[in-house]
């Protein structure tokens, strides 16, 4: 049981590190791996995290320039991971929309080969002002340029795991919905 949870946590990293465009480290495999097979490894470590993201954008926008994202995140594990923190830059062609650091309070736990929404995201900023923001709403998605997590894996209920700091990851086409708030009479 140990030696496949320490495989898994190297799986982990080489998840996150592919996403990020390095090349994943070699996945040395120590022990049993609970009935995973090579191949279902190298088709964990194509997926992302972050599934979908929501944005919001109220009428209280226009004066804030802050607006507010949720995002569905998916563990591919077979172990729980847990989210504790997240700082993100995300937009389109390598230009930065939306910036956000967020802790959760309480974590976010992504059950074993589940997903979890992370909750609303207040205080975004619209790094391009509201305009240009609505500017991509037709495009339905977003790309994350930049992004830094802490987790824990093999948490139970939220609690304990192995702490994890990764930086510097990346996805494109992340598939994204916006609501924008309008008068109505
Ligand atoms: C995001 O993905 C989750 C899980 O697949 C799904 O339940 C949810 O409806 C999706 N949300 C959007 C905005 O597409
Ligand atoms: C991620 O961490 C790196 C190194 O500490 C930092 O330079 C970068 O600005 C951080 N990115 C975000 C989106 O917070
Ligand atoms: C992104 O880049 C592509 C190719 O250069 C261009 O066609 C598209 O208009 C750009 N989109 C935005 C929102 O800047």
Avoid: H, W
Wanted: proline share 5%; net charge negative.
């Amino acid at each position: 049981m140990f030696a496949s949870v320490r495989v898994l946590v190297l799986l982990c990293l080489g998840l996150l590190l592919k996403v990020a465009g390095v090349p994943a480290p070699t996945i040395e495999v120590i022990g049993a791996l609970d009935g995973l097979s090579e191949d279902d490894i190298i088709d964990a470590l194509d997926l992302g995290l972050v599934q979908n993201i929501s944005v919001l954008i109220t009428l209280e926008s226009v004066l804030t320039n802050l607006m507010t994202i949720d995002f569905t995140a998916e563990n591919t594990l077979i172990l729980e991971m847990t989210l504790d923190t997240v700082s993100c830059s995300a937009g389109v062609n390598d230009t930065v929309f939306a910036s956000f650091s967020q802790t959760f309070d309480p974590p976010v736990v992504i059950p074993t080969l589940g997903t979890a929404d992370s909750g609303p995201i207040d205080n975004v900023d619209m790094v391009q002002g509201i305009l240009g923001t609505l500017s991509i709403i037709p495009l339905e998605e977003l790309d994350i340029l930049d992004m830094n997590i802490t987790i824990r894996v093999a948490s139970i209920g939220g609690v304990g795991g192995i702490p994890l700091a990764l930086n510097g990851l990346m996805q494109s086409d992340v598939p994204t919905k916006y609501t924008v708030e309008t008068l109505s009479f």
